[in-house]
């Protein structure tokens, strides 16, 4: 299991860490990490491992079958380090940055739009929900764009708590994500919350989030998309 210091500060862009294991596809395994890895529709983060003379650049990270170990993907194949090596972990901050606004400007779409929430992707520029709302009459896309930047402009605070798994059991309205499941299984779980006592919204959530809504910048709702009966597809980017 890996020390998540992505999850403790999303705000690190460099940190020390030792190499705990390589495994048979070449991933490198850390002690702690400050890479996020793909999850919750959100990419895995790439940058660089300095371990010893060697620079390794990692092109993507993701979670091992056990979803609590990560596994740095080396982009080449580069001689693999040696359990116990010290490594410098750097990451592509810009990147990282703009998953963290396009993420946190979706929990903010999530709170204007009263729907469960049925899918999800962010990207460095852009994102998307689906949600399972049958009149599709009732979104419009200025409407949207409009409330979307004045919570941006409102210069809401983020900020995080964790409940204990059954306390999330006995309150499953806080779940808006039907497929995308809160990250349980470790007796507790992360609470996301938007504005003063999570007024705008409040989800568990272990994704990256930056920490005032006035970070995320001028937004705009791009398409409206239905997908399948039920479900209409809101695409944003940033403006
Ligand atoms: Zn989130």
Not at 48 to 69: M, W
Not at 73 to 100: C, K
């Amino acid at each position: 299991m890996t020390e998540a210091l992505y999850r403790e500060d999303a705000y690190l862009q460099s940190a020390d860490a030792s190499v705990v294991a390589v495994n048979n596809r070449g991933g490198i395994v850390l002690d702690r990490s400050i890479f996020y890895p793909q999850s919750g529709g959100q990419p895995g983060d790439t940058g660089a491992l300095t371990i010893g003379d060697t620079t390794y650049q990692i092109a993507t990270t993701v979670y091992d079958s056990d979803r609590q170990t990560v596994i740095h993907v080396p982009a080449d194949g580069a001689v693999l380090p040696e359990p116990g090596a010290a490594a410098n972990q750097q990451l592509d901050w810009g990147r990282r940055h703009a998953h963290m606004r396009i993420h946190t400007a979706l929990h903010l779409l999530c709170s204007i739009i009263p729907f469960p929430v049925t899918g999800g992707q962010i990207g460095a520029g852009d994102g998307r929900l689906d949600f399972d709302i049958s009149d599709a009459g009732a979104l419009d896309k200025e409407a949207l764009t409009e409330q979307l930047n004045a919570l941006v402009d409102g210069n809401h605070s983020i900020s995080s708590s964790w409940i204990a798994d059954a306390e999330l059991e006995a309150n499953p309205d806080l779940v808006r994500t039907m497929t995308v499941k809160p990250p349980m299984g470790t007796g507790k779980v992360r609470l996301i919350a938007i504005g003063e006592a999570g007024h705008i919204d409040l989800q568990p959530c272990g994704g990256t989030h930056v920490k005032n809504t006035s970070e995320i910048g001028r937004l705009a709702v791009t398409k409206i998309e239905k997908k399948g009966k039920q479900n209409r597809r809101v695409r944003i980017s940033f403006a």
